[in-house]
Structures are given as C-alpha cells and as structure tokens.
T-cell receptor, first 120, second 108 residues
Framework: GAGVSQSPRYKVAKRGQDVALRCDPI?????LFWYQQALGQGPEFLTY????????KSGLPSDRFFAERPEGSVSTLKIQRTQQEDSAVYLC??????????????????FGPGTRLTVL | DAKTTQPNSMESNEEEPVHLPCNHS???????IHWYRQLPSQGPEYVIH???SNVNNRMASLAIAEDRKSSTLILHRATLRDAAVYYC?????????FGTGTRLKVLA
C-alpha cells in the first residue's frame, strides 16, 4: 500500500522567505509526527498530532515554526522568515494506534522520505 | 531526555554477522527500544523493537541486557543492501528519542 509521502522533496529558500512543507500520512493512521534532521545527526522530535489535535509542540525551535493538521489527515509544517540554521531534512512519520500486550504500549512509526530544506 | 549512544561507524564483511551496540543507561522501565535504519535520501525504516526479552524477526535479532541499559542489534548475515545508518531509539509514550546512529559499511 501507499506509504507516507512528503512534498516537495527539495526546497531552496532565500533567507527571510516563508515555506510550507506537506505530509500525507498513511490512511487511517491517527498519529502524526514531524522531525528535524540536521546533517549527520539523528532525527529530532518537533511536534505530535493525534487526529487533528496537536498534543505536543515542545520540539518546535521557535515561534517561526507552525504545524497544523486541520482534518486529521494531511499535515503542513510552516516555517516563517526562514534562517540559515533552519536548513535540514524535515521528516514526517505516522503511526496506527498504540499496541498494548498487557504491558506498556508501543507503536511503530512509518517515515516519509523527507523534505530537504536549504536556506541561502 | 538522554539520547542513546552508539559508535559512529562500523564495518563488516559481506555474509558475516554484525553486532551493533547501543547504550541507553537512563532508560526507564516502560521505555521500548526500537531500531531503525536509514538509507541515503530516505526516511528511517523500522527494523525491530523490544522491551525486556530478546526478539527475533526476519530482518534481525535484538538482544537486550538484563538491566536494560544496553542492547545489541544483530544482523545474521550482512549484505551490501544492509549498508545504512542504524539508529537505536528509546520510545517513551509517543515520543521517540534518537541518537546519532552507527554508519554500517559492508565490504564485498
């Protein structure tokens, strides 16, 4: 079946421009995550949605970063007045409801290919 | 939340087993351990996960230390297609905490 898709795959922006990155999760996945991955580093958590509700935005680096998921499916990560330090790969992941086999629950996250943002 | 720690890089010969270590000394009792791998220009791909017991699946095995402060991902026979960055992550509730990963190079 179709996996998580992201668009655009590559985005070049001039410093100060606004950008919008789109994520199409796997159909039926209630949870959606955004991560930022700097070169040579592991992904860093940005924000988490359960359906349309943004339950955690503690990882957003500044108030220039804004994410939404208005109908509980597609999500958009917007970065206003981009800076050079915003250059990174932005990954989206979705997951089905957590599984609990009599113990703490877990889930598997399915990642999209990412959007590589370069700010000049 | 403390990140997991892994060696920056490892090498293996093709068709030989590979043991990728991970330290997660601050793990709590309800944190799951997940391993993902990432090929160039792709998002991370699930490999395996566990809580306390060792786990096996078609891709790999996961050995978890008795005190849960470390784990080892075992690829039984490395192939060229296994060359990737391998991430050991802690899952606490919904949040994944990634380390910097191990870049695995497989030699033909």
């Amino acid at each position: 079946g179709a996996g998580v898709s992201q668009s655009p795959r590559y985005k070049v922006a001039k410093r100060g421009q606004d950008v919008a990155l789109r994520c199409d999760p796997i159909s039926g996945h209630v949870s959606l995550f955004w991560y930022q991955q700097a070169l040579g580093q592991g992904p860093e958590f940005l924000t988490y949605f359960q359906n349309e509700a943004q339950l955690d935005k503690s990882g957003l680096p500044s108030d220039r970063f804004f994410a939404e998921r208005p109908e509980g499916s597609v999500s958009t990560l917007k970065i206003q007045r981009t800076q050079q330090e915003d250059s990174a790969v932005y990954l989206c992941a979705s997951s089905p409801p957590r599984v609990s086999a009599g113990g703490p629950s877990y889930n598997e996250q399915f990642f999209g290919p990412g959007t590589r943002l370069t700010v000049l | 939340d403390a990140k997991t720690t892994q060696p920056n890089s490892m090498e293996s010969n093709e068709e030989e087993p590979v043991h990728l270590p991970c330290n997660h000394s601050t793990i709590s009792g309800t944190d799951y351990i997940h391993w993902y791998r990432q090929l160039p220009s792709q998002g991370p791909e699930y490999v395996i996960h566990g809580l306390t017991s060792n786990v096996n699946n078609r891709m790999a095995s996961l050995a978890i230390a008795e005190d849960r402060k470390s784990s080892t991902l075992i690829l039984h026979r490395a192939t060229l297609r296994d060359a990737a960055v391998y991430y050991c992550t802690r899952q606490r509730t919904y949040k994944y905490i990634f380390g910097t990963g191990t870049r695995l190079k497989v030699l033909a």
